[in-house]
C-alpha cells in the first residue's frame, strides 16, 4: 500500500510540475585556462545560478562573484619576471542570460560579444544516456545523466533528480531528464551544484524580461532540430581564447 501511494504522488508530481512555478539556486564554477597547446588553470571564477520557470517559460542566468576580486577585469598570470599574459574577464553584472518558452519553441540568449539571439527549437534535439547509478543528495534521489556531442565526445554530465522532470538547464541546455543536482559542462568547462530550490516562491513576470533583452535581438536562420542539430558544440580553440579575452 505504501509503495502505491508513493508512485501515485510521483506520477501527480510529473502531472502537475509543468505548471507550477519553480524555483532555484546554484553555486556555478568556471575555469579559466590559458592559451597555447599546453592550457592549464588561471582561476576558477565563481557565481550564483538563479533558474526561473513559470508555466511555460523558463530563464536562467548568473550573478558573478569574482567582480571585487579582479577590479580591472582582468586575470593577470606572471610566465616570469618579465612576461605576463592578461586574460579579460566579462565584468556584466548578470551573464549566461538564457530565456526558453515551451508555448512558442523559442529560446533566447545573450553573448558577452554578440549580444542577444533568438531561435526557433524543437523537442527531442538531445539524446542523453542515462545511466543505471542511483545516489541521494541533498535528499533528492538522483541519477547519472551524460550528453554527447556527434563525434562522440562528451559536452556535459550530471545527476539529475528523477522525481522533478524539468526539461531543460542553463544556457538553454534541451531535453534534459530532469532537474540538475550537480553536473559540469565540459564545452563551458563550468560546473553546477544546486543549493536550494522551491515550488512555492513567488515569480515576479519581469524577471523574464531583464533589461539585457531591450537590445535588439538577431534571429538565426536555422530551427534547431534533430534534422539541424548544433545547438550544443563546444567554442573552438580560437572562439574559446576570444571569449577568454572577452570575458
Known amino acids: 500500500m505504501k509503495h502505491t501511494l508513493t508512485l501515485i504522488l510521483l506520477l ?22 590559458s592559451n597555447g597547446n599546453k592550457s592549464h588553470e588561471v582561476a576558477i571564477l565563481k557565481f550564483n545560478g538563479y533558474y526561473y520557470k513559470k508555466d511555460k517559460t ?9 567582480l571585487n576580486e579582479y577590479p580591472g577585469g582582468a586575470v593577470t598570470e606572471k610566465e616570469n619576471d618579465f612576461n605576463y599574459h ?12 538564457s530565456y526558453c518558452n515551451f ?16 531561435n526557433l527549437f524543437e523537442a527531442g534535439i538531445h539524446e542523453w544516456k542515462i545511466f543505471p547509478e542511483i545516489q541521494t543528495i541533498h535528499g533528492l534521489t538522483c ?13 556535459c554530465q550530471m545527476w539529475f533528480a ?6 531543460i538547464g542553463f544556457r538553454n541546455l534541451l531535453d534534459m531528464p530532469g532537474l540538475m543536482v550537480e553536473g559540469e559542462n565540459f564545452g563551458t568547462r ?21 533589461k539585457e533583452f531591450e537590445e535588439p535581438f538577431k534571429q538565426q536562420s536555422k530551427i534547431l532540430s534533430r534534422k539541424n542539430k548544433k545547438p550544443v558544440a ?5 572562439q574559446q581564447r576570444l571569449e577568454i579575452s572577452n570575458q
Do not use: C
Request: hydrophobic share 40%; net charge neutral.
Open 190 to 210: 563550468e560546473k553546477y551544484m544546486l543549493e536550494s530550490y522551491s515550488f512555492e516562491a513567488p515569480i515576479n513576470n519581469e524577471i523574464f524580461w531583464p
Open 12 to 33: 501527480l508530481i510529473r502531472h502537475i510540475l509543468p505548471a507550477q512555478e519553480f524555483t532555484a539556486k546554484y553555486n556555478v564554477t568556471r575555469t579559466v585556462l
Open 58 to 66: 523558463v530563464i536562467s542566468f548568473y550573478k558573478p562573484l569574482y
Open 86 to 97: 592578461s586574460y579579460n574577464l566579462e565584468m556584466d553584472t548578470l551573464q549566461a542570460i
Open 162 to 167: 528523477v522525481d522533478i522532470p524539468l526539461q
Open 234 to 238: 563546444p567554442p573552438s580553440n580560437n
Open 103 to 118: 508555448d512558442t519553441m523559442i529560446l533566447r540568449y545573450r553573448n558577452a560579444i554578440t549580444g542577444n539571439f533568438t
Open 143 to 155: 541519477q547519472r545523466a551524460t550528453l554527447q556531442l556527434p563525434n562522440g565526445s562528451p559536452y
